[in-house]
C-alpha cells in the first residue's frame, strides 16, 4: 500500500494536470453547446489511458525502490566490508608493534650474553629459542587471522600434543627450575592438532614465564572434559582476568615484570575461538593461576 502511495504522489502533477485538462474540455463543450456523449466517451478513453498509465508506473515504481533497497545494502555491506578490512589492518598493525618490543628482549639479552668474557651456552640457547618462539607467534598470528586458515578437526590423542609442548618447553622449564607435574593422559578430545598444540604453547610459556622457581601441572579433568594447566607463579590480580584476552594487555604483573606484551593470550583467544574451546580462567595474587580448557563433546 505505502508503493502504491509513493507512486500516485510521484505522478501527482500528471494526475493533476489530466483533471484539469478535462476540467477545461468540459467547460469548452457547455460553452459552446456541443454533444456531451462524445465528451463523455473521449473522457472514459482518456481516464482509461491514464489509469493505464498510473499502473505501469506503480509497477515501474515498486521496481525503482526495490533497486534502491538493493543499492542500499550492497552499500551498507561495502562499508562494513571496508571497516572490517581497515580494522584487520589495525590489528595486524598493533600486534606487529607489540611483537617486536617483545623480541627485541631475548635479542638484547643474546647480545649482552655474547659480549661477555665468559658465554654461557645454555643461556643462549634460551635467548635463541624465545627469538624462535616469538617468530613462529608471528606466523601463526597471520594464519589465524585468515578466514580461511586450514583446520582438520577429528580426534585426536591429547597426551601426545601435551607431551611435544612440554617437550617443546623443556629448555624453560630446566633454565627457571620448574618442577613439572604430569600424569599420561589416557583419553581422545576432538580438536585440531597442530592449532591446540599453539594454543597449549601459549598457556604453559605464560605459566613457566611467572612461576620461576615453583611448579606447573598439567591434568584432565575427564568428567569435565576439560584440561587444566595449573601455576604456583605470582598470579593475576581479579580486575585483570577479565582482559587478559585483550591483544596488547599485559596487566599489573606484565608491567612490573616487564616480561610481558600481551600477545600471547590474545593469541591463544584466537585460536580457541576457532577450535571451539572454552577457557576459563581462576587466580590468586601470590598464589598462582588455573587455565582450564573445556573442549566440545
Not at 502504491?4 to 453547446?33: H, P, Q, R, Y
Not at 592449532?195 to 601441572?217: D, F, M, T
Not at 583467544?269 to 593461576?289: H, M, Q, R, T, Y
Request: glycine letters at 4%.
Amino acid at each position: 500500500m505505502g508503493k502504491i502511495k509513493g507512486a500516485l504522489k510521484k505522478e501527482a502533477g500528471i494526475i493533476f494536470i489530466s483533471i484539469t485538462v478535462l476540467l477545461i474540455f468540459a467547460g469548452v463543450f457547455k460553452i459552446n453547446d456541443y454533444d456531451m456523449k462524445v465528451y463523455f466517451m473521449a473522457m472514459e478513453i482518456f481516464i482509461f489511458v491514464l489509469i493505464i498509465y498510473i499502473l505501469i508506473s506503480i509497477l515501474y515504481y515498486k521496481q525503482e525502490e526495490n533497486l534502491k533497497s538493493k543499492i542500499e545494502s550492497l552499500e551498507i555491506e561495502k562499508k562494513m566490508i571496508i571497516d572490517s578490512s581497515i580494522e584487520e589492518k589495525n590489528s595486524v598493525y598493533e600486534y606487529f608493534l607489540l611483537w617486536i618490543h617483545q623480541i627485541k628482549t631475548p635479542i638484547t639479552a643474546a647480545k649482552l650474553l655474547v659480549d661477555r668474557e665468559e658465554i654461557s651456552p645454555a643461556e643462549i640457547k634460551k635467548q635463541i629459542f624465545y627469538i624462535e618462539d616469538y617468530t613462529n607467534m608471528a606466523l601463526n598470528f597471520l594464519k589465524i587471522s585468515n578466514k580461511e586458515a586450514d583446520m582438520d578437526i577429528t580426534e585426536i590423542d591429547l597426551d601426545k600434543v601435551v607431551k611435544n609442548v612440554i617437550k617443546k618447553y623443556s629448555i624453560l622449564f630446566i633454565s627457571n627450575r620448574i618442577t613439572l607435574k604430569y600424569d599420561k593422559i589416557e583419553e581422545k578430545v576432538v580438536s585440531d592438532t597442530k592449532w591446540l598444540s599453539i594454543l597449549l604453547e601459549q598457556i604453559v610459556s605464560n605459566a613457566i614465564k611467572y612461576s620461576q622457581g615453583g611448579e606447573v601441572e598439567i591434568r584432565f579433568h575427564k568428567f569435565e572434559n576439560c584440561l587444566e594447566i595449573r601455576d604456583t607463579g605470582i598470579g593475576i590480580r581479579a580486575e585483570d582476568i577479565p582482559k587478559i584476552f585483550d591483544r596488547g594487555y599485559s596487566g599489573f604483573n606484565g608491567r612490573m615484570n616487564q616480561k610481558s606484551s600481551g600477545i600471547g593470550l590474545f593469541l591463544a583467544s584466537e585460536i580457541a575461538k576457532k577450535l571451539s574451546i572454552d577457557i576459563k580462567v581462576d587466580s590468586k595474587l601470590s598464589k598462582g593461576s588455573s587455565f582450564r580448557l573445556y573442549f566440545k563433546a
